[in-house]
C-alpha cells in the first residue's frame, strides 16, 4: 500500500516557467515532508522540507506549499531552468526517521 | 549536512555470489539506513544499520539475504548473499545529520547481477 501518491509521473515545462508537483498522504502520524532531486548516477540530494506546523516554506527558487487539512503538499520550482531537469521525489517520515517515498516525477525543462 | 562515500560505485556479479557495499561517513551519525532503487524507480528501505546490534529490517528483506554490519558511528556495509538477477539494484546508503530530521544519501552502488 503506497502511503505517499505523487503526480504528474512526468512533467514537461519551458524554461522561466513554473514547475508544479503533488504528493498526498494518508497517515497523519507522519511529522516531516522533505522533497529530494536526483540526477542520473546520483544518489538523491536534499532539495527542502517542511513540518507539519508550517503552511509554507520557501528556499531560492523552491517552494513548499502545505496543506495539514487536505494532506497534501506540493513543490514549486519558480522560474525552472534546464538545469532543474531532473527527477523529483517528494517522502514522508515518522518519529523513526525512516521515508516513505513516492513514485518521483521526471521534470524536464525545455530551453 | 554530510560527505558521504560507497564502495564500489558499481559492479557486475555472476549467479550465486556475495557483494559486500561499504558506505563511510566524514563525520559520527546515529542513524543510518539502507536503501534499494531499481532503475527509473522510487526507493525502498532494506534496513536499519544499528551501531552495536543487529540492524532492523523491513517486510519482505532478510538478515540472511542482506546482513549488515555498523562497526561504529561511521561506517556500515551491506552485503548482498547469493546474488540472482532479480538483485540488480542501485544500493544507497543515508545517514541522519545536520539535524533531527534532514537524511543525507550517499552516491550509491550500482550493481548488475548476470
Known amino acids: 500500500q503506497q502511503q505517499v501518491k505523487q503526480s504528474p509521473q512526468s512533467l514537461i515545462v519551458q524554461k522561466g516557467g513554473i514547475s508544479i508537483i503533488n504528493c498526498a498522504y494518508e497517515?497523519?502520524?507522519?511529522?516531516?515532508f522533505p522533497w529530494y532531486q536526483q540526477f542520473p548516477g546520483k544518489g538523491p540530494a536534499l532539495l527542502i522540507a517542511i513540518r507539519p506546523d508550517v503552511s509554507e516554506k520557501k528556499e531560492g527558487r523552491f517552494t513548499i506549499s502545505f496543506n495539514k487539512s487536505a494532506k497534501q503538499f506540493s513543490l514549486h520550482i519558480m522560474d525552472s531552468q534546464p538545469g532543474d531537469s531532473a527527477t523529483y521525489f517528494c517522502?514522508?517520515?515518522?518519529?523513526?526517521?525512516?521515508?516513505?517515498w513516492g513514485l518521483g516525477t521526471s521534470l524536464a525543462v525545455n530551453p | 549536512s554530510a560527505v558521504i562515500s560507497q564502495k564500489p560505485s558499481r559492479d557486475i556479479c555472476q549467479r550465486g555470489t556475495s557483494l559486500t557495499i561499504q558506505c563511510q561517513v566524514d563525520?559520527?551519525?546515529?542513524?543510518m539506513f539502507w536503501y534499494r532503487q531499481q532503475p527509473g524507480q522510487s526507493l525502498t528501505l532494506i534496513a536499519t544499520?544499528?551501531?552495536?546490534?543487529?540492524?532492523?529490517?523491513e517486510s519482505g528483506f532478510v538478515i540472511d539475504k542482506f546482513p549488515i554490519s555498523r562497526p561504529n558511528l561511521t561506517f556500515s556495509t551491506l552485503t548482498v548473499s547469493n546474488m540472482s538477477p532479480e538483485d540488480s539494484s542501485i544500493y544507497l546508503c543515508s545517514v541522519v545529520t545536520g539535524g533531527p530530521y534532514e537524511q543525507y544519501f550517499g552516491p550509491g552502488t550500482r550493481l548488475t547481477v548476470t
Open positions: 544499520a544499528n551501531q552495536g546490534s543487529e540492524a532492523t529490517y
Open positions: 563525520s559520527q551519525v546515529t542513524m
Open positions: 517522502a514522508a517520515s515518522f518519529e523513526d526517521r525512516k521515508l516513505i
Open positions: 497517515n497523519t502520524a507522519f511529522d516531516y
